[in-house]
């Protein structure tokens, strides 16, 4: 069994920050990429930074210079610093990884969200 659990959601101002954290555990032979998506009311799910294993980051337009991803391949953890934040970010911010268990091949495992809510 695979487990991804959040943490680091909350409420924040507008131009604040927030830093979420994802921890993967159970029985995992390898993560390959690892990030984060949002989804917003009303809205579809979009992917807002991804981490390889080798640590090439990749991040939506709208985030670019503001949120930072990294990670920690001995932890198992992803981490996303979110800076300057914006009241059209609020959302349930989900975490992914895309992994092999000790058996079997590479899927796309996910937690189970956390509220990111920023006020004007």
């Known amino acids: 069994q695979v487990q991804l659990v959040e943490s680091g959601g909350g409420l924040v101002q507008a131009g604040g920050s927030l830093r979420l954290s994802c921890a993967a555990s159970?029985?995992?032979?390898?993560?390959?990429?690892m990030g984060w998506y949002r989804q917003a009311p009303g809205k579809q799910r979009e992917l807002v930074a991804s981490?390889?294993?080798?640590?090439?980051?990749n991040y939506a337009d709208s985030v670019q210079g503001r949120f930072t991803i990294s990670r920690d391949n001995g932890k198992n953890t992803v981490h996303l610093q979110m800076n300057s934040l914006k009241p059209e970010e609020t959302a349930v911010y989900y975490c992914?990884?895309?992994?092999?268990?000790?058996?079997?091949?590479?899927?796309?495992?996910w937690g189970q969200g956390t509220q990111v809510t920023v006020s004007s």
């Open positions: 992914y990884a895309t992994l092999k268990r000790n058996f079997g091949g590479w899927y796309d495992y």
């Open positions: 159970g029985s995992i032979f390898s993560i390959n990429g």
């Open positions: 981490i390889t294993s080798g640590g090439s980051a």
